[in-house]
């Protein structure tokens, strides 16, 4: 235009544009998640100052955001009608960069294009990210309340120009003409898939133009005009309050954005506030998914927001291994928008949100325990997530003993409780004088109820758990104790009843051992290297030996299990 002026960019605007365009283009899609959540600041922005000052608003108090292709002219447009920006406003915010230590940041950079994307990831790509796909950038914008827009032009060398233009409608459109190769931006599907991962719950609506059929419209005399349609949901449902929101809000929210077709078994829904502030909606899903146990599986259950803005769906830093059948969303208020993936590998924010967020899905899953009413829903959980659960007991130590008591066992007295029987009851009916919580670890629950191991305890009547999962072995080398009871497998080591155990019990058994002493001998010599130690024993009712491992060694269950594994 006529009254166009050039500008010169701060010098780390020049260096940070070289640097990303080379580097982030293997991230180039981010472009539109951080156009749309700057539409989306303006819009929040305009809506926040809009409360003192209800001119911005100028009659038009809809707030939104268009995004609009044309595949002729290679360009694709993100416009809002938020708070937009003055001459001024424009110069400092989209000429310089005022963070500050961008100057170290910069020179921290090593020319490595991996290691350097990781860093500007770190850094933040913001509104100059729409230079990995565009050649040229156009920026449109009027603020709220002034007589004259602005009109900023840049190709992302060294120079951005100025003029001002006439803009009747309030807020900014950001015009990318994108790269030769980069056409895809510039078709219906493409952006709508986009707009749907990465800003489906922005608080605004975020419209497309309709898709018309071209062969409806062939024969038409008045052909039909595409009408502006809503293409994200724009209401974030875990930001609505809870006493708005009905058990079918959360079953369609869940099936809409947690890949499900079926409703979830249950739900938590909290908004905590304090030190840090974050919204949580975590399910626990009806079925597990086919993968769950395979190591390669990726779990993306949880999916984290800050501020709205979608930022990932990596669940590993958001939920612990063992709790990754859990979905839904963590929307952090404190974490700044551009995080990524490096700075949450390490984020004390995060960890705590993460901590606080496993604490509601253990509360959860206590209060379907505890549910009377509805027991079948407990017993859903436990039969397709209780050896998931078991695994907790080792990764999360914290959370130990609350585990614990949410797990459900098969055991000599009822192998056929469902979902089992719990560890409480366990020391409830513990006989008397039983100090120790009794185990046997085997391959089938045939194998395991059929084991010489537990003829002493079948004759005592002491309740013995039967463990067949394959995590058992490893989580009971983890877990000793439960409520100041030792666990004890009754395979391993010398077998102490305790108390359970008469005086008389004892003498005999000591009569028994020096009767034996020479047949001990004789057998020791014909095993001589195969075994450590030959004893008598007095766990046997019915047959005639068994082996036993070592108290501390491996049990001949893990032994093998070990073997199969190759190790
Ligand atoms: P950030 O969003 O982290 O501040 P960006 O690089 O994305 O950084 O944007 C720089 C600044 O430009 C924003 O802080 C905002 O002031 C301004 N800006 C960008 N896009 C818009 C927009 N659509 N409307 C109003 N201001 C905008
Ligand atoms: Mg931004």
């Given at each position: 235009?006529?009254?166009?002026?050039?500008?010169?960019?701060?010098a780390?605007?020049?260096?940070?544009?070289q640097?990303?365009?080379?580097?982030?283009?293997?991230?180039?899609?981010?472009?539109?998640?951080?156009?749309?959540?700057?539409?989306?600041?303006?819009?929040?922005?305009?809506?926040?100052?809009?409360?003192?000052?209800?001119?911005?608003?100028?009659?038009?108090?809809?707030?939104?955001?268009?995004?609009?292709?044309?595949?002729?002219?290679r360009?694709?447009?993100?416009?809002?009608?938020?708070?937009?920006?003055?001459?001024?406003?424009?110069?400092?915010?989209?000429?310089?960069?005022?963070?500050?230590?961008?100057?170290?940041?910069?020179?921290?950079?090593?020319?490595?294009?991996?290691k350097?994307?990781?860093l500007?990831?770190?850094?933040?790509?913001?509104?100059y990210?729409?230079?990995?796909?565009?050649?040229e950038?156009?920026v449109?914008?009027?603020?709220?309340?002034?007589?004259?827009?602005?009109?900023?032009?840049?190709?992302?060398?060294?120079?951005?120009?100025?003029?001002?233009i006439?803009?009747?409608q309030?807020?900014?459109?950001?015009?990318?003409?994108?790269?030769?190769?980069?056409?895809?931006?510039?078709?219906?599907?493409?952006?709508?898939?986009?707009?749907?991962t990465?800003?489906?719950?922005?608080?605004?609506?975020?419209?497309?133009?309709?898709?018309?059929?071209?062969?409806d419209?062939?024969?038409?005399?008045?052909?039909?005009?595409?009408?502006?349609?809503?293409?994200?949901?724009?209401?974030?449902?875990w930001?609505?309050?809870?006493?708005?929101?009905?058990?079918?809000?959360?079953?369609?929210?869940?099936?809409?954005?947690?890949h499900?077709?079926?409703?979830?078994?249950?739900?938590?829904?909290?908004k905590?506030e304090?030190?840090?502030?974050?919204?949580?909606?975590?399910?626990?899903?009806?079925?597990a998914?086919?993968?769950?146990?395979?190591?390669?599986g990726?779990?993306?259950?949880?999916?984290?927001?800050?501020?709205?803005?979608?930022?990932?769906?990596?669940?590993?830093?958001l939920?612990?291994?063992?709790?990754?059948?859990?979905?839904?969303?963590?929307?952090?208020?404190d974490l700044?928008?551009?995080?990524?993936?490096?700075?949450?590998?390490?984020?004390?924010?995060?960890?705590?949100?993460?901590?606080?967020?496993?604490?509601?899905?253990?509360?959860?899953?206590?209060s379907?325990a505890k549910?009377?009413?509805?027991?079948?829903?407990?017993?859903?959980?436990?039969?397709?997530?209780?050896?998931?659960?078991?695994?907790?007991?080792?990764?999360?130590?914290?959370?130990?003993?609350?585990?614990?008591?949410?797990?459900?066992?098969?055991?000599?007295?009822d192998?056929?409780?469902?979902?089992?029987?719990?560890?409480?009851?366990?020391?409830?009916?513990?006989?008397?004088?039983?100090?120790?919580?009794y185990?046997?670890?085997?391959?089938?629950?045939a194998e395991?109820k059929?084991?010489?191991?537990?003829?002493?305890?079948?004759?005592?009547?002491?309740?013995?758990?039967?463990?067949?999962?394959?995590?058992?072995?490893?989580?009971?080398?983890?877990?000793?104790?439960?409520?100041?009871?030792?666990?004890?497998?009754?395979?391993?080591?010398?077998?102490?009843?305790g108390?359970?155990?008469s005086e008389?019990?004892?003498?005999?058994?000591?009569?028994?051992?020096?009767?034996?002493?020479d047949?001990?001998?004789?057998?020791?010599?014909?095993?001589?290297?195969?075994?450590?130690?030959?004893?008598?024993?007095?766990?046997?009712t019915?047959?005639?030996?068994?082996?036993v491992?070592d108290?501390?060694?491996?049990?001949?269950?893990?032994?093998?299990?070990?073997?199969?594994?190759?190790?």
């Open positions: 235009g006529a009254n166009a002026e050039k500008h010169g960019f701060q780390e605007v020049k260096q940070l544009l640097l990303m365009i080379h580097s982030m283009y293997s991230n180039k899609e981010v472009f539109a998640r951080e156009l749309i959540s700057n539409a989306s600041d303006a819009l929040d922005t305009l809506r926040f100052e809009g409360l003192k000052n209800d001119a911005l608003f100028e009659g038009d108090s809809e707030l939104q955001i268009w995004i609009e292709q044309d595949k002729d002219a360009t694709v447009s993100i416009c809002d009608n938020g708070i937009g920006m003055t001459r001024d406003q424009v110069m400092d915010r989209l000429g310089t960069i005022a963070k500050s230590g961008t100057r170290a940041f910069l020179d921290s950079l090593s020319g490595d294009e991996k350097d994307a990781k500007i990831g770190q850094f933040g790509v913001g509104f990210s729409a230079f990995i796909v565009a050649d950038v156009v449109d914008t009027r603020r709220g309340g002034e007589a004259t827009g602005v009109r900023w032009i840049s190709d992302g060398g060294g120079e951005y120009t100025l003029e001002e006439d803009k009747p309030r807020g900014t459109t950001v015009t990318l003409h994108l790269r030769e190769g980069e056409e895809e931006f510039t078709e219906s599907q493409r952006l709508r898939h986009l707009v749907k990465y800003s489906d719950h922005i608080g605004f609506p975020i419209k497309m133009l309709e898709e018309i059929d071209e062969a419209n062939e024969d038409d005399e008045a052909p039909k005009e595409a009408g502006w349609e809503q293409v994200n949901r724009g209401a974030p449902l930001a609505e309050p809870k006493a708005t929101l009905n058990d079918e809000d959360y079953a369609e929210f869940y099936k809409h954005s947690c499900d077709y079926e409703d979830p078994l249950t739900w938590t829904h909290n905590v304090g030190s840090q502030e974050y919204t949580n909606l975590l399910y626990i899903p009806k079925r998914p086919f993968d769950l146990f395979d190591p390669n990726k779990a993306h259950g949880v999916k984290l927001y800050v501020q709205r803005v979608f930022i990932m769906d990596d669940a590993d830093k939920m612990p291994r063992y709790l990754r059948f859990v979905k839904g969303v963590i929307d952090s208020n700044p928008l551009n995080v990524s993936r490096e700075i949450l590998q390490n984020n004390r924010l995060l960890d705590k949100i993460r901590a606080g967020s496993v604490k509601k899905v253990l509360g959860l899953i206590e379907m549910d009377e009413e509805e027991p079948e829903k407990f017993k859903t959980f436990a039969n397709e997530f209780g050896t998931v659960l078991k695994e907790g007991v080792v990764e999360d130590y914290e959370n130990q003993a609350r585990i614990a008591k949410l797990l459900r066992f098969k055991t000599t007295t192998e056929t409780a469902d979902p089992g029987v719990s560890l409480d009851t366990y020391i409830e009916r513990m006989a008397e004088g039983q100090e120790k919580i185990y046997i670890t085997a391959d089938t629950m395991a059929h084991s010489p191991h537990l003829e002493i305890f079948k004759k005592k009547g002491i309740e013995v758990l039967l463990l067949t999962d394959r995590v058992d072995e490893w989580v009971m080398a983890h877990m000793t104790e439960y409520e100041g009871k030792e666990f004890a497998s009754v395979a391993k080591g010398a077998l102490d009843l108390d359970a155990e008389e019990e004892k003498e005999q058994q000591k009569k028994l051992e020096e009767e034996s002493s047949l001990v001998g004789r057998i020791k010599e014909a095993l001589g290297e195969r075994v450590n130690e030959v004893r008598v024993t007095h766990r046997l019915d047959s005639p030996a068994c082996l491992a108290e501390h060694g491996m049990s001949a269950h893990l032994e093998r299990i070990l073997k199969e594994a190759g190790q």
